[in-house]
């Protein structure tokens, strides 16, 4: 049994070291601002391990290993494709990032919190099996659900992610994973270009709801109620995983949704109340996308107030 707080917050000031160039979106200045979003919320506040190597292999090839390694610069940057960058300490910040993720699941398995919010960058949901991608270079949505899956032995896992570009990374690396129900929405058309109804897993596993530009609460309503939340209940995953990217926000520069604010503690407060219905309330979330400030900050508190007040 879980006392209060029933959320952690898991974090580490190395993702504060994956500097990428000047004007870059995913920069820095992200998660400062939703970690002083965060700041005067009661969480259980957790320093994020290095995560082992054995973990990173669950998802990814050693070869793709060895190449990020090499890769990594002594200074400055290294390009890895046209929008993503590593710099001296990025690799210890995935490294952190992936290990938050790990940490997250443990935690909310073993009975310590009732759920998990990994404020980490870089993000994950675009890296695929041996592809850096999208500012990504772990895939830590998916190593989430694979650790549950083959380090604790659970059979079912589902991965929601609602950022707006499609996690191409996640359904790549649980393409062929019959224990993960992988449901994802995204603005359609928008980079990376993947992430259509047609897509759905070499086990029918996975559920994608491409949404047009300037779609808003209705039209997340419907996708989510009509589709995803009949499709969790008849999954009945023992742990849910959310890729929280707050990129849908009608303020963000890259893409061209209507989401505001209460739209994302909407969808939360949703996937709270499932949590609670099939799988004891059991959330580990990752933070994803998001590029404006001022609305990531305020989406991702709003995000983590939900996990907070969820019920049981």
Not at 155 to 163: E, H
Not at 197 to 215: F, K, M, R, T, V
Not at 248 to 277: G, S, V, Y
Request: with cysteine; net charge negative; charged share 20%.
């Amino acid at each position: 049994m879980t006392t209060a707080p029933i959320t952690a917050l898991i974090t580490h000031a190395d993702c504060l070291n994956h500097v990428t160039p000047e004007g870059h979106p995913e920069r820095v200045a992200r998660l400062e601002h939703v970690l002083h979003a965060l700041e005067p919320l009661e969480l259980k506040r957790v320093t994020a391990p290095m995560a082992a190597e054995d973990d990173i292999l669950r998802i990814h090839p050693a070869a793709y290993l060895a190449e990020l390694r090499r890769a990594s610069p002594a200074e400055g940057w290294a390009q890895i494709d046209g929008d993503t960058f590593l710099s001296p300490g990025s690799l210890d910040a995935a490294f952190r990032a992936a290990g938050a993720v790990v940490r997250g699941v443990d935690m909310v398995l073993g009975g310590e919190v009732q759920n998990a919010f990994a404020a980490v960058r870089p993000p994950g949901h675009h890296a695929e099996t041996d592809t850096a991608m999208g500012f990504c270079l772990f895939g830590n949505a998916a190593l989430a659900a694979k650790h549950a899956l083959d380090h604790h032995g659970l059979s079912r896992v589902a991965v929601v992610d609602f950022d707006v570009h499609h996690g191409n990374g996640t359904q790549d690396l649980l393409w062929d994973e019959p224990r993960a129900l992988v449901i994802t929405s995204q603005q359609m058309p928008l980079w990376p270009g993947s992430g259509r109804a047609d897509e759905d897993g070499a086990h029918g596993q996975i559920l994608n709801l491409p949404l047009p530009p300037e779609s808003g609460r209705a039209e997340i309503q419907a996708a989510y109620e009509g589709q995803a939340f009949p499709r969790l209940r008849a999954f009945r995953p023992e742990l849910i995983i959310i890729s929280a990217g707050f990129d849908a926000h009608q303020d963000d520069p890259l893409a061209n949704l209507n989401w505001n604010t209460a739209d994302f503690a909407w969808l939360t407060a949703q996937l709270c109340a499932l949590a609670a219905e099939l799988c004891g309330g059991r959330i580990v979330s990752t933070l994803e996308g998001g590029y404006d400030l001022n609305a990531l900050a305020a989406a991702a508190r709003a995000h983590v107030e939900e996990l907070i007040r969820a019920p049981a």
